[in-house]
């Protein structure tokens, strides 16, 4: 037993030394209670905040379960949307609640499971269920599932939500292409990568001005073209907000005014934390409100149960969108440059 023994354990040990289970279970213990006050009080566990040894863990008991599928592209699925997944081929199915550290999903259209499977003969990995800065849960937890795909070896992220229209050309049902974000939450002091850099992932200080693959949207302008959906596709700037409330009609009107296109409550925690590992990421949003602008508006007040019905009514078309990006993306390879080629 180290120096740095507390005595109380230290006199235990005397004890048992002639006893080797307890001395074992005791420097177990001591082990225990020196990772356990160094996640709390260094890496501020209070907050949420994984090592990289419960990332590995998470990771590793994945790869055991994954049926040798060694996903090339992870997809996440927004609200309503899961049913990307019923497009996977020979998929392996793993509810969170069996993965060790993972987090519940407790929003209602997030199923609360992960597949493994190929798309097209693409290996993928898809979540169908993320988690919310809303639901308690610390950006860290948020952005959890972008480090375990880089630990699992994916090199591309399609990450998909519901959000509400800010852009007034928007309609329910329209799909946004995210060519860039703005982090609220990042304004008011919460990132992902806040706390002591992990430099296995990437760098203190990550570039985020091309954070959404502009080979990737071109591509995706063709796909849609192909599937008669060109005249619902749009590119704009996604924002999210902390939530649980949808926003006040002055909230939306300085997201118009900031340049914003749709407003969401997930998704911008995800990408930092994909960026910092290098992945590759296309993003879309599905329109699932119009935004209210204006106090004599007699537009709908929006409500999640209408959020998941206006995603339900574009499930075949967006399963056909994401397998045919899928498609496209098992023809490149990530390059250093940080797009794909
Ligand atoms: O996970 P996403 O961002 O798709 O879910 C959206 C935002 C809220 O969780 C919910 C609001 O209706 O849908
Ligand atoms: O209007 C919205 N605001 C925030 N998040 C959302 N998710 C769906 N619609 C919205």
């Not at 619902?232 to 006040?248: E, I, M, S």
């Not at 602008?293 to 206006?310: G, I, M, R, T």
């Amino acid at each position: 037993m180290g120096d740095d023994a507390s005595p109380l354990l230290t006199d235990l040990s005397k004890l048992c030394q002639r006893h080797k289970f307890f001395v074992c279970f005791v420097t177990s213990f001591h082990h225990y209670l020196n990772n356990f006050i160094f996640i709390n009080l260094i890496m501020g566990d209070s907050e949420g905040v994984y090592t990289y040894w419960q990332l590995e863990d998470i990771a590793d008991f994945l790869k055991q379960r994954s049926n040798n599928i060694f996903p090339k592209v992870a997809i996440i699925c927004g609200s309503g949307l899961s049913s990307i997944a019923n497009v996977v081929e020979n998929p392996t199915e793993i509810n969170y609640d069996e993965i060790p550290y993972f987090p519940k999903s407790t929003v209602e259209g997030q199923i609360g499971s992960l597949v493994f499977g190929t798309i097209l003969e693409v290996p993928v990995i898809v979540l169908k269920g993320r988690f919310h800065f809303y639901e308690g849960y610390s950006l860290s937890k948020v952005s959890m599932p972008s480090r375990i795909f880089k630990l699992l070896g994916c090199s591309f992220l399609i990450i998909t939500n519901a959000a509400g229209g800010v852009n007034k050309k928007y309609r329910i049902g329209d799909i946004m292409m995210i060519k860039d974000h703005i982090n609220f939450l990042g304004f008011s002091g919460n990132n992902p990568l806040r706390g002591p850099n992990e430099d296995r992932f990437g760098d203190r200080f990550p570039p985020m001005n091309k954070c959404y693959d502009k080979d990737l949207r071109k591509q995706a302008v063709r796909i849609a073209k192909k599937l008669g959906l060109l005249r619902k596709l749009h590119q704009g700037v996604y924002v999210h907000v902390a939530g649980p409330n949808y926003q006040t009609v002055a909230e939306t009107k300085m997201l118009a005014i900031c340049g914003i296109d749709a407003v969401g409550m997930s998704t911008i925690a995800e990408v930092i934390a994909a960026r910092h590992s290098g992945l590759i990421i296309f993003g879309f949003s599905l329109i699932c409100e119009e935004g209210i602008l204006d106090y004599s508006s007699n537009k709908k007040e929006p409500d999640h149960y209408d959020v998941l019905e206006a995603v339900k009514a574009m499930e075949q078309p967006l399963q056909e969108f994401v397998k045919l990006m899928v498609k496209y993306i098992g023809t490149k390879t990530p390059c250093t440059c940080g797009s794909a080629h």
